[in-house]
């Protein structure tokens, strides 16, 4: 049979038949939402790059957290700004460095009510911006990186973090933090790995959002945005080294590489709606060339679609509250 016995308008000629039928929904409890915590600040201060996103405040993150919550957000990763940097990056393991005095403090205001995720890595903490340690001649040094690696995702999880993210994209770093959490008790805190994270352009408010100190790039350690099969084959070491989750970023970018990764493994997999897909959004949107939410929307099923479980992303409070309203 075909037309005009077939008739596939027949499914979407009213919006409760488009709900009912529906292939593909967000739930507001599948999205993290990325936060930014600036050690020294008083008061929250405003992302120009990333119209509504801001650096926090020790008490306005705890604020935006609640916040979060009460949305019905399924996670916040935290990223932290410290006033002082050195090579070794050491103040993302200092117990006391903003970082994870920032997760002691989420962890205190809202509990187990969301997850309290953390990044695990050094560029934000190192003078020279990379992710890892240099060499005397200026070359990241992967297997020296990873032992501070370790020691970092100790000094989270000892903060009381549920999640960490190892985004550094040092070989080997899923195992090093594994082994490193198992050893000191910490069996339950769980491994997001950055699994595919691609040397992307479309990185570059976050540079602004963590006052990046990097010059030059990170070509010889993130992947090239050329290859696929590459990302399968990361993804499968880090599978295999202990990964709870794992995450392909960017995202609308990769839809393809989120729906390979989906096929390839049995672990949920997230995807990072990165500062530069949020930025042009925000950016036609303010200049009347979109609709703003209907867009903000129809990247995150598409992203859902592709077959990430989990999504992070800056508009996750914002499209928490509005996917209740719709559903």
């Known amino acids: 049979m075909s037309y005009p016995e077939i008739r596939p308008r027949r499914l979407r000629r009213t ?63 935290l990223f932290g700004v410290p006033e002082q940097r050195d090579p070794t990056g050491s103040g993302g393991i200092d117990p006391n460095g903003i970082l994870n005095v920032a997760i ?16 695990l890595c050094l ?3 190192t003078s020279h911006g990379h992710c890892g340690l240099l060499t005397a001649d200026g070359e990241v040094d992967n297997d020296s990186t990873l032992a501070a690696y370790a020691e970092m995702a100790v000094a989270q999880a000892a903060a009381g973090v549920g999640m ?5 994209m040092m070989d080997g770093q899923v195992g090093v933090v594994r082994r490193a959490l198992d050893a000191a008790g910490h069996q339950d805190v769980a491994v997001l790995a950055y699994a595919a994270k691609y040397a992307s352009a479309f990185y570059g408010p976050f540079r602004e959002a963590v006052e990046s100190a990097l010059e030059g790039d990170r070509r010889t350690y993130q992947q090239d945005p050329a290859n696929l099969r590459e990302s ?36 949920p997999v997230a995807a990072y709606q ?34 990430a479980q989990v999504i992070l992303t800056y508009w996750a409070v914002e499209a928490a509250e509005l996917l209740r309203q719709r559903y």
């Not at 002691?104 to 990044?119: F, I, Q």
């Not at 960490?164 to 550094?168: E, F, I, L, Y």
């Open 15 to 77: 919006p409760a038949i488009r709900r009912l039928v529906s292939e593909t929904r967000v739930d507001p409890a599948e999205l993290v939402v990325p936060m930014f915590v600036k050690e020294g600040l008083t008061e929250p201060r405003a992302i120009s790059s990333l119209p509504g996103v801001l650096q926090h405040s020790r008490d306005s993150l705890r604020k935006a957290a609640v916040e979060a919550v009460q949305a019905g957000v399924g996670g916040i990763m």
């Open 104 to 119: 002691r403090d989420v962890v205190a205001e809202v509990g187990d009510a969301t997850v309290v995720m953390s990044d």
């Open 123 to 125: 560029d934000e903490f």
């Open 164 to 168: 960490v993210g190892p985004s550094g």
């Open 232 to 267: 399968l084959r990361e993804v499968a070491l880090d599978v295999a080294e202990g990964a709870d989750l794992v995450m392909v970023k960017p995202a609308l970018p990769y839809l393809d590489v989120v729906s390979a990764v989906r096929a390839a493994v049995d672990v």
């Open 274 to 307: 990165v500062s530069g897909e949020y930025a042009m959004v925000e950016a036609a949107a303010a200049n009347g060339w979109i609709d703003r939410e209907r867009v903000m929307l129809e990247t995150l099923t598409s992203i859902k679609r592709a077959g």
